[in-house]
């Protein structure tokens, strides 16, 4: 579900107001903060955004109107709901009724067990509502046989006589001895998958291992300096960084996240190459795989000029002789059968590998074929010994 947000500097109404997207999409993320800074509000860690106006699906926010809260917070508890199902809302919302809850703190804290209570919106079906009851009570799981021959009418008609039922603008509510845990604790956000993930960190202070952010890669940039500060810190290289999750990886890119090199100098870095990651299309990341495979950057920088420049580069798979590759030219070229018996593949392939400056790798023939000094040293090291790069290559 969308939302939209009405968000101002309380202490200076004359800066106007800023109508923000909730959740905040990843590529305006940084827009956004930029926007909010333009109004004096949308620090990293401070409750500085005041809330005028929400234009929410989910009428129990209103209760954020007036309030001053952190624009992170604020999209993290969007992102929460935006993952509920109607059910869930329901629950959301009667238990935010029942407990008169409107800071938004105990919100993002209700989102994590409100599943736990029954809310009964029609009186009309009692089999179904003991059922339902049943489920709720068990996680939202239950056996098929004892789902199948339990007794719903018997189950709600117990639930409503225990006199437990709140009546709520939402349905009559039980809390089934729900508790309201302390999981957000106003500053560091919990764990939280919301959409597609490459990979995840976990960023810890210093001396402060109990202090925790989240970081899910690829992410806007700006999240990963915001994240630092929460901690306390100005820069990444002050916080340790330790990898929570991958997504699927090739083994190599896997073991470059996992050297023992300080990940937490080379955020942004992992950050653009999981990005390029992400947004591979058909074929992409075969060939990604063998040119990594064949240049074997040492660094997450050097992985991302690759991957960056990915359409820079010739790779075809399996090919480790100049004879074979003479072979894939020909078969490209669409050569007669006449032509092909005279033909001399092993000095055909040659010549194209002298021409391109290419090299085989583990997973087969690489050349580049574009002009970034980074990369022309990247690739210079793998070079046979002796043999020099072309005008047509690694110029």
């Not at 046989?145 to 719903?152: A, F, K, P, S």
């Not at 890669?217 to 915001?226: E, G, Q, V, Y």
Request: hydrophobic share 35%.
């Amino acid at each position: 579900m969308a939302f939209k947000v009405i968000l101002s500097n309380k202490g200076h109404p004359e800066y106007g107001a800023a109508t923000i997207p909730l959740p905040i999409p990843d590529d305006q993320y940084d827009s956004t903060i930029e926007l909010l800074n333009g109004l004096g509000i949308g620090d990293a860690a401070a409750q500085d955004c005041r809330v005028d106006e929400t234009l929410f699906s989910v009428p129990i926010l209103n209760r954020l109107t007036g309030q001053t809260v952190n624009v992170d917070e604020l999209d993290y508890l969007a992102k929460r709901l935006d993952s509920f199902d109607d059910d869930e809302v329901v629950q959301f919302q009667a238990m935010a009724s029942t407990l008169c809850l409107s800071d938004i703190k105990d919100l993002i804290n209700l989102t994590f067990c409100c599943q736990q209570a029954t809310v009964i919106t029609d009186f009309s079906d009692l089999e179904q509502i003991g059922k339902n009851h049943r489920l709720t009570l068990n996680g939202g799981t239950t056996p098929k046989e004892e789902y199948q021959t339990l007794d719903g009418t018997q189950e709600a008609l117990n639930l409503i006589q225990s006199g437990a039922g709140v009546v709520t603008p939402y349905g009559v509510v039980y809390d089934n001895g729900m508790k309201l845990e302390q999981v957000y604790d106003g500053r560091h956000l919990p764990e939280y998958y919301y959409g597609d993930c490459v990979v995840s960190l976990a960023l810890t202070g210093i001396g402060q291992p109990a202090s925790r952010e989240m970081l899910y890669l690829p992410c806007a940039d700006s999240k990963i300096l915001r994240a630092v500060q929460r901690l306390g810190a100005q820069k990444p290289y002050q916080c340790r960084a330790e990898v929570e999750m991958f997504g699927e990886v090739c083994d190599a890119l896997w073991c470059l996240f996992m050297e023992e090199f300080e990940l937490n100098e080379h955020l942004y870095a992992l950050n653009r190459l999981a990005r390029c990651y992400e947004g591979f299309q058909d074929g992409d990341m075969e060939k990604f795989h063998i040119v990594f495979d064949t240049a074997w950057p040492k660094t997450p920088e050097e992985a991302a000029y690759l991957v960056e420049n990915l359409q820079d580069f010739v790779a075809i798979e399996s090919i480790s002789t100049a004879q074979e590759y003479g072979q894939y030219i020909a078969e490209e070229m669409r050569m007669d059968a006449e032509v092909l018996e005279s033909l001399d593949f092993r000095r055909l392939g040659q010549r194209r590998i002298d021409a391109e400056g290419g090299v085989f790798g583990d997973k087969g023939y690489v050349a580049y074929k574009g002009s970034q000094p980074e990369i022309q040293e990247i690739m210079a090291r793998h070079i046979p010994s002796g043999q020099e790069p072309q005008m047509g290559g690694m110029a």
